[in-house]
T-cell receptor, first 115, second 111 residues
């Protein structure tokens, strides 16, 4: 079954650690996105990619970086985690650049806590 | 900048109809989407309106008026499982499409 997978589901790490949040999709979508969402709040776009070797920053300033070496894989890396990075990180993909009639497909998210 | 306004909370009775409104201010607007998110879950796509008018998908309908920068999500025959947060999201951009989300409306369905 085609889907989008994020690991880990939950992560608690110490300040200053380097972490990578994994995101993979099996739908062959070119467009992939990372959103940050605090509890009960809206989603903020932090990174997006329209294909292999294409990455852009979103509206929300973020100290994270992303890479897109393979179509199906879009990992997000924090070089030095801080408590302000505590949030939920959601990965999404879409078939069409303009979203089209099918919308974005979201992964289950990674809930990150930096202590 | 881009901004969307929607009510923060709505409560409705099981079996009833509820409408969640959304007004937006965006440049390069293409269309309005709606997503459902249960507590602790991922957002799930519900509908997308690129043109004015009503789109119906089962118990859910979505409406868009581009001239009024306004849309709504209509949920009929409410069920307890419809209790969730509902986000409107505007697709906009010039060559680089982006989806900007509202703050979400928390819908509580009561017996």
């Amino acid at each position: 079954e085609a889907d989008i997978y994020q690991t880990p589901r939950y992560l608690v790490i110490g300040t200053g650690k380097k972490i990578t949040l994994e995101c993979s999709q099996t739908m062959g979508h070119d467009k992939m996105y990372w959103y940050q969402q605090d509890p009960g709040m809206e989603l903020h776009l932090i990174h997006y990619s329209y294909g292999v070797n294409s990455t852009e920053k979103g509206d929300l300033s973020s100290e994270s970086t992303v890479s897109r070496i393979r179509t199906e894989h879009f990992p997000l890396t924090l070089e030095s985690a801080r408590p302000s990075h505590t949030s939920q990180y959601l990965c999404a993909s879409s078939e069409h650049q303009g979203q089209g009639p099918y919308g974005y497909t979201f992964g289950s998210g990674t809930r990150l806590t930096v202590v | 900048g881009q901004s969307l306004e929607q009510p923060s909370e709505v409560t409705a009775v099981e079996g009833a109809i509820v409408q969640i409104n959304c007004t937006y201010q965006t440049s390069g607007f293409y269309g309005l989407s709606w997503y459902q998110q249960h507590d602790g879950g991922a957002p799930t796509f519900l509908s997308y309106n690129a043109l004015d008018g009503l789109e119906e998908t089962g118990r859910f309908s979505s409406f868009l008026s581009r001239s009024d920068s306004y849309g709504y999500l209509l949920l009929q025959e409410l069920q307890m499982k419809d209790s969730a947060s509902y986000f409107c999201a505007a697709l906009s951009g010039a060559g680089s499409y982006q989806l900007t989300f509202g703050k979400g409306t928390k819908l509580s369905v009561i017996p």
